[in-house]
């Protein structure tokens, strides 16, 4: 059975850090990019951090600094370490691996990730 399963998430004060984890069970999963993707309430969902097979990273622009994505292939994990967490990023934080391999550079688009995790909550209060 494919399954993605987000865990780490809380309520933190701003300032905290926090660290995500998403294992990957029943799929392939060292030749494909992942990311991590989050929702707000009442906005559309977004992508956050991306990383390719060969370590490539990318990021949004909001969040450059303060979080680090990661990938244990041996562990079959994905993480994702936040850093002085701020209120605006209170979401459902999801993992998801693309839907195509060969990418020299992770995909940014949510449209080229094809399998998604549960989620896990992140709340940051000011």
């Known amino acids: 059975q494919v399954q993605l399963a987000e865990s780490g998430g809380g309520s933190v004060q701003a300032g905290d850090s926090l660290r995500l984890s998403c294992v990957i069970s029943?799929?392939?999963?060292?030749?494909?990019?992942m990311g991590w993707f989050r929702q707000a309430p009442g906005k559309w969902r977004e992508g956050v951090a991306f990383?390719?097979?060969?370590?490539?990273?990318r990021y949004v622009d909001s969040v450059k600094g303060r979080l680090t994505i990661s990938r244990d292939n041996e562990k079959r994990t994905l993480y994702l370490h936040m850093n002085n967490l701020k209120p605006d990023g209170t979401a459902m934080y999801y993992c998801?691996?693309?839907?195509?391999?060969?990418?020299?550079?992770?995909?940014?688009?949510?449209?080229?990730?094809?399998?998604w995790g549960q989620g896990t909550q992140v709340t940051v209060s000011s």
């Open positions: 990383i390719a097979t060969n370590g490539i990273t």
């Open positions: 998801a691996r693309a839907q195509l391999t060969g990418y020299l550079t992770p995909p940014l688009q949510s449209s080229q990730y094809d399998t």
């Open positions: 029943g799929l392939t999963y060292r030749p494909y990019c």
